[in-house]
């Protein structure tokens, strides 16, 4: 997680702007992440853009040589099952929720989380090495990793191979990208059994910010994602700041949240999140 504050300028500004209208405050929320973006926003590499059409057409087809669907224990999918289409209406895998060991350490965290609940045991301290995460934390792109220096991915495909992680930027919270973002979180939840990790970029006095964290606050966060409720229109995340004794507001933020999927869509824009 990184905290950065705005000038009194501007949060005065989506102050005002959010008691006027929350649609103009989203539409200037997307304009000011574009203006003070610092993240390269690496293109992706020739084998990313391949895995991730492979992936968008499986999840029509979940029959699909890409992938063996598994069964989803209705243990897991309660009263949920049943949904439309190839998947159930409600899904989610391991809840293994685990603070941060540091205030920057959500990356290592989210990845943590992500491999555990594939059976794979891989140290926060450990993940932050294999991230080249530093005190400023860990970035969507251009972290110095291999092979695509997109630095979760990377290290996700390194340690596991039930799923060829894939990052997927957005710009903004669109109806496609949050029709693609449900698509995407329910294939792999549901059919591949594995977490989606996010990018949050949360900024001060914005429509949405994930649950008990400031408002008034600009936060750079990842987060794991873990199920989703409502055909994909809800998303279930636990959060690593939960716990995590070097954040002063951690005691507001529970473990584990549900939350629309737009909103989190909206959350991520700007970054994106990992599949």
């Not at 598994?70 to 603070?99: F, H, K, L, R, W």
């Amino acid at each position: 997680m990184r905290i950065a504050r705005r000038s009194v300028v501007i949060v005065l500004v989506f102050g005002i702007g959010l008691v006027a209208s929350a649609g103009l405050a989203r539409a200037d929320d997307t304009a000011w992440k574009a203006a003070h973006d610092t993240d390269p926003h690496l293109a992706l590499t020739a084998e990313q853009l391949a895995m991730t059409a492979a992936k968008r057409a499986a999840e029509t087809t979940p029959a699909a040589p890409f992938f063996a669907r598994m069964s989803v224990p209705s243990s897991e999918c309660g009263t949920g099952c049943g949904g439309t289409g190839n998947y159930p209406a409600s899904a989610s895998i391991a809840a293994n929720q685990t603070p941060q060991t540091t205030s920057y350490y959500c990356g290592p965290a989210a990845v943590h989380e992500a491999l555990d609940a594939v059976g794979v045991s891989l140290s926060q301290s450990a993940a932050a090495a294999a991230l080249h995460t530093t005190t400023a934390g860990t970035a969507w792109s251009g972290g110095g990793t291999s092979p695509s220096g997109y630095p979760v991915p990377d290290v996700l495909n390194r340690y596991q191979s039930r799923n060829y992680y894939v990052p997927q930027p957005v710009s903004s919270a669109t109806s496609s990208a949050i029709n693609a973002y449900e698509n995407d979180l329910e294939m792999d939840i549901d059919a591949l059994r594995v977490a989606v990790v996010g990018d949050a970029w949360e900024t001060a006095y914005s429509d949405y910010h994930l649950v008990g964290h400031p408002r008034n606050q600009t936060i750079l966060h990842w987060f794991e994602i873990r199920g989703y409720q409502s055909a994909g229109a809800s998303t279930m995340y636990e959060d690593s700041v939960h716990g995590a004794s070097s954040i002063g507001w951690s005691a507001t933020v529970p473990a584990y949240s549900t939350f629309p999927s737009n909103g989190i869509v909206s959350i991520v824009s700007g970054r994106g999140y990992v599949w």
